[in-house]
């Protein structure tokens, strides 16, 4: 009976349990199959469907970011921006759970006092206020394509800044080679009631090199949908690298640190064949357990569309930067 339910669990459509999960579900049950609690682990997966929520329910806990101009470079793509009721409780935030439903959950996130510490290699390393960090850096809406390994696709208006000028302020020395951002982690809170990943590397980091930091598309997000970031799209600051699939964006981003060396990353670490370190959006490179040819628009309706578009190198940012990965 609990290998049945198990199984069913597994077999739930994408959109509730992500590709990611289905991994981690397999290895769990490998693991430690039939263990005692593992019924605890699943109900919160079979538990989470069907919500129905208001956008004002979804934007709890943000306040509005009033006339912050539209970069007129990123004004608009191909396709419509999704709205913000479907893009705003369609998350991935392992902390908080294994499906895509955590958004009530990462609400006890605790926001407040927030700081970012920056070191390593550098010549000016600091501690920031997140309010430091609004004032400091001009803030832009940028509309970009959103593209996930699991093959979703969204379009999002992220408010924030280009990480290059973080670079400039903190002034790296030249032994810098390759950046690490890790993302809060408190195992009394961040771990979604009933799924416990305590065997995860957490906290969740992720890896870039510099002159990808150092790229105008490159990019933190305070913001979103022209409000401060809602806490299930990683309150109040996240990376966005528009080329690469969704999971190089660390969420609550807590410390940045400049090295001389790559640093190992939370998904890299757990499935290297799967999740690569430079993880760009590559049409021709599949998966290894899917294609990566097309994607599935997040879309409208009662329900969700799921067209199918075909995905574009470097999810159609090419022209900014093909030219850092030619040898
Ligand atoms: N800290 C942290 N950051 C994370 C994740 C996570 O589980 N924890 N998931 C990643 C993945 S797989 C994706 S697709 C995006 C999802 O961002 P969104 O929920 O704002 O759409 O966040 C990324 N950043
Ligand atoms: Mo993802």
């Known amino acids: 009976m609990v290998l049945i339910r198990i199984l069913k669990s597994w077999e739930l459509p994408e959109r509730e349990v992500t590709s990611e999960t289905a991994f981690l579900n397999r290895r769990r049950f490998l693991k430690s199959a039939i263990a005692a609690g593992i019924g605890a682990t699943v109900l919160p997966i079979l538990g989470c469907q069907n919500q129905s929520q208001t956008k004002s329910e979804l934007i709890k806990n943000t306040v509005p970011l009033p006339d912050i101009p539209r970069n007129p470079n990123f004004a608009q793509v191909d396709r419509p921006v999704t709205k913000q009721i ?4 369609y998350n991935n935030f392992y902390e908080f759970g294994g499906t895509k439903s955590i958004w009530r959950n990462a609400q006890s996130l605790p926001t407040e006092n927030w700081k970012v510490e920056i070191g390593g290699l550098v010549k000016n390393p600091r501690t920031y206020d ?4 609004q004032k400091k850096f001009p803030l832009e809406e940028r509309i970009y394509r959103f593209r996930c390994v699991e093959a979703w696709s969204m379009v999002v208006p992220w408010i924030g800044f280009p990480m290059k000028r973080l670079i400039e302020d903190v002034e790296p020395t030249s032994a810098a080679k390759f950046v690490r951002f890790t993302s809060f982690y408190d195992p009394q809170i961040t771990t979604g009631p009933g799924f416990h ?13 510099i002159e990808e930091m150092a790229n105008d598309q490159a990019f933190f997000a305070t913001g979103i949908y022209g409000r401060t970031l809602p806490k299930q799209h990683g309150a109040p600051i996240r990376m966005v690298i528009p080329w690469k699939y969704g999971f190089k964006g660390a969420k609550s981003i807590v410390k940045i640190e400049f090295l001389d060396r790559q640093p190992a990353t939370f998904w890299n670490t757990l499935v290297p064949k799967e999740y690569g370190f430079e993880a760009n959006v590559n049409p021709t490179k599949p998966h290894p357990r899917w294609s990566q040819a097309t994607e599935r628009v997040v879309g409208d ?8 578009k075909p995905t574009l190198p470097y999810n159609g940012y090419g022209e900014y930067v093909a030219q850092l990965y030619q040898t």
């Open 86 to 89: 479907f893009a705003s409780r």
């Open 301 to 308: 309706g009662p329900a969700m569309s799921w067209e199918r």
């Open 130 to 133: 997140i309010d430091e960090i």
């Open 197 to 209: 990943l305590g065997s995860l590397p957490w906290p969740y980091v992720e890896g870039l090199r």
